[in-house]
């Protein structure tokens, strides 16, 4: 198994389940970076994945709005 990039210590982080929740956690690392309390290549990959869960994040509200719009169409086309 391959060694882990960060102290076995870390803690976990909370879920992530919203945009405001990626934004609080991106500050926190951004100021953890810069008083060099994080590897700056964790950091960039965790960014990256950060990035790719707001893609998630939104493509995940827009599918549930999108359904709720279907649903009020669907409801008002039964016969």
Not at 35 to 60: H, M, Q, T, W, Y
């Amino acid at each position: 198994m391959a060694d882990t990039p960060h102290p076995p210590k870390t803690p976990p982080v909370a879920r992530l389940k919203s945009l405001e929740d990626v934004r609080r956690y991106l500050a926190r690392l951004i100021n953890e970076l810069r008083r060099g309390e994080v590897d700056p290549a964790i950091a960039g990959k965790i960014g990256f994945l950060c990035n790719v869960l707001i893609s998630v994040i939104k493509d995940g509200d827009l599918e549930g709005r999108l359904a709720a719009i279907e649903a009020k169409l669907n409801g008002g086309l039964e016969s």
